[in-house]
């Protein structure tokens, strides 16, 4: 798929500040409502879902969709000019070189590091030499579903079990490297297994796809911990450990708390503190940070009781100042001009640990106390503070000019007054100095300004060798059946007419870049050759038509009857999960505290109507099978 390019540009822009650009936004539970933009109406009907980063109108519309699909019917363009709109707002460029073969080595890397998180795990669950890290797991105190959640696993103390294993799936030796699973001799004529007598851990993007792993050695050995390498879908400075797991938590308490390592977040998580995660033992980076920005307003980092610990936590604190999302704000001065100064848009705290203890001790011994210990996290201002003026003379002139130095663009970037107020006296007192010099002083410099974040992708790769075999979605499938077999979409047509269902349309499909395809082939269905791509004016459509023309390639022969009817099957359950999605997510708003009776009635109305659709649904699925 061309998800080298789309997910990139979902990845990096979310869908709530995007669409409160053009409309006005407000929370409501977890989600957002908004009076939709395509049709009038005086009750909101439009929910914006941060959880699936989509969209969809419950009144009149009766659609949804994606940043993709909502940039379309917004500006009334297709899904070339919308790909080039918001490439360009997420600084993503788009290379005409680009080539399929990028999308499927990507593709191909996911499904292996799936695929090996799977044998790790049946590893651990059932093989006799995976007895010393059961033993292990039991006495860290994990139980088995935090360990199912994270998909915690066991590499053998083997050379080729992994190795062995992914060739039988149909994996190649040369994507075991690409991937970083396997290593190459010193002669280079042979590969043997990175991973050896380690327990695993599966480390995934924000989206919950497996990017890498880390593995820790049982016993005598070193590392202590050692992670997969550098690669195509893994760089360590931008995954942060238990992000997926830990998106929905975070959101829902609007704050995020970063630990360490991976014992850290699956403790917290076992114990109910869903909104823990681990930024790989290294101190805060730009692409971290610019991942957390859009998750939530208040992040805290657990800072272990040694100094490198406080170091290291120190580091962290200059990235996230230099790289959090600040607001202009107006500030008057004597002159009667107003100047505008940055300020940090999110809260940073820092919380202390008992001395010698780490997260995953702390909370497994006293769980009910990590609370508190996060309630007393003190913000970033008073750890600076205490950290950045330390080793300084206060008592001389130069210390004082270099304390107020590093001190002064910390408290300007405070978003309240009275907080700049408060921060200001204690610096003062410190100093022992008349705060209004203070005061005078600082409002005679401009504002810090944090320096924007400019993300560009490498893409650099090789042609793919031999793939393994490929498992499509649902409308995936059924867009690849009707590329191939263009002439069957009249039946497909027939097909659900006669079960009392509405045609197929682009709406069937959630992809906006297949919705685009879908269009495409709806007005050239009696020209295209199922087996030559066409070559769109947009290269990402050429790119996932080429994909679904090769996996419908891998697909078994079946008679026409036989083909006909399977589509129209995985069509029918297709829009089943779509309604059974919106009764999920109806139910959700029916749930909200601030709902009014007007809208409770509305969207009562709404379930009957979605329940009647699915009933409908059900009995064409059986129809269909008689």
Same mark, same amino acid.
């Given at each position: ?9 979902? =990845?990096? /822009? ?12 407000? @929370?409501?539970? &977890? ?10 109406? @005086? ?27 909502? #940039? ?10 919308? $790909? ?5 707002? =997420? ?12 999308? +499927? ?16 795990? @049946? ?13 292990? #797991? ?24 992994? %190795? ?63 992670? *997969? ?6 760089? @360590? ?36 503190? &869903?909104?823990? #995660? ?45 790289? !959090? ?39 497994? *011994? ?53 907080? %700049? ?29 944090? %320096? ?17 075999? #490929?498992? $499509? ?13 263009? /002439? ?49 004016? +947009? ?7 080429? &994909? ?23 069509? !029918? ?11 999920? &997510? ?41």
């Amino acid at each position: 798929m061309a998800d080298s390019v789309v997910d990139e540009i979902k =990845a990096r /822009l979310d869908i709530v500040d995007l669409l409160g650009e053009y409309i006005n936004l407000q @929370k409501a539970g &977890h989600n957002y409502k908004a009076l939709c933009p395509f049709h009038a109406e @005086k009750t909101p009907s439009f929910v914006v879902f941060p959880d699936t980063q989509s969209w969809h109108c419950f009144g009149a519309c009766q659609t949804g969709g994606d940043i993709f699909s909502f #940039i379309m019917k917004k500006e009334n363009v297709d899904f070339a000019e919308a $790909l080039h709109m918001l490439a360009e707002k =997420a600084g993503v460029e788009l290379h005409a070189e680009r080539s399929s073969a990028d999308s +499927n080595r990507l593709d191909r890397l996911r499904k292996l590091n799936a695929a090996a998180a799977a044998h790790f795990r @049946k590893n651990l669950q059932r093989h006799p030499a995976a007895e010393p890290a059961r033993q292990y #797991i039991a006495r860290r105190g994990l139980n088995d579903e935090v360990c199912e959640q994270f998909q915690i696993g066991y590499a053998l103390d083997s050379w080729d079990d992994l %190795r062995q294993a992914m060739v039988r799936a149909g994996f190649d030796q040369e994507v075991l490297l690409e991937a970083g699973l396997n290593r190459s001799s010193e002669d280079g004529h042979s590969q043997y297994d990175r991973f050896r007598g380690r327990l695993m851990f599966p480390i995934s993007d924000k989206q919950g796809r497996i990017v890498g792993f880390g593995g820790r050695v049982l016993g005598e050995g070193q590392p202590k911990y050692l992670n *997969t390498p550098q690669t195509q879908l893994f760089d @360590k400075g931008s995954i942060l450990y238990g992000l997926a797991q830990a998106r929905r938590a975070i959101r829902e308490r609007d704050s995020v708390v970063i630990v360490e390592g991976y014992m850290d977040v699956l403790a917290a998580h076992q114990y109910g503190y &869903h909104n823990v #995660i681990a930024s790989m033992g290294t101190a805060l980076t730009e692409a971290q940070l610019h991942q957390l920005k859009r998750e939530a307003e208040n992040v805290i980092l657990a800072l272990d009781a040694d100094s490198a610990g406080q170091q290291a936590t120190l580091r962290g604190l200059e990235v996230a100042r230099e790289n !959090l999302e600040r607001e202009a704000v107006p500030v008057p001065m004597a002159s009667g001009l107003v100047r505008f100064e940055e300020r940090l848009q999110t809260n940073i705290f820092v919380l202390f640990l008992p001395e010698g203890k780490d997260p995953d001790e702390f909370i497994r *011994t006293h769980p009910e106390q990590w609370p508190d210990v996060v309630a007393k996290a003190v913000p970033i201002i008073d750890f600076y503070m205490q950290q950045m003026i330390a080793e300084i003379d206060l008592t001389s002139a130069n210390g004082k000019v270099e304390a107020v130095n590093r001190v002064a663009p910390i408290i300007k970037e405070l978003s309240d007054d009275i907080k %700049r107020y408060h921060y200001v006296q204690r610096l003062a007192r410190l100093l022992r100095m008349d705060e209004r010099y203070l005061l005078d002083r600082f409002a005679s410099q401009p504002g810090h300004v944090g %320096r924007p974040i400019h993300g560009r992708a490498s893409r650099v790769g090789r042609p793919s060798g031999k793939r393994p075999k #490929i498992v $499509l979605s649902k409308e995936d499938y059924i867009l690849a059946q009707l590329i191939r077999y263009p /002439l069957m979409l009249t039946g497909i047509q027939q097909a659900l007419d006669l079960l009392g269902q509405r045609s197929l349309n682009a709406d069937d499909l959630e992809s906006s870049i297949n919705q685009a395809l879908f269009r495409r082939l709806e007005q050239n269905n009696a020209t295209l050759d199922g087996n030559t791509p066409t070559q769109h004016d +947009n290269l990402a459509l050429t790119e996932q038509q080429i &994909h679904l023309i090769n996996s419908a390639g891998g697909q078994p022969e079946l008679p026409y009857e036989e083909r006909l009817a399977d589509v129209v099957d995985v069509i !029918l359950h297709l829009r089943l999960e779509r309604q059974r999605e919106a009764l999920t &997510h109806i139910h959700q708003l029916l749930n909200e505290r601030d709902i009014s009776v007007e809208e409770s009635n509305q969207y009562l109305s709404l379930y009957r109507q979605y329940s009647n659709a699915s009933y409908d649904l059900q009995q064409a699925l059986k129809r269909r099978t008689i």
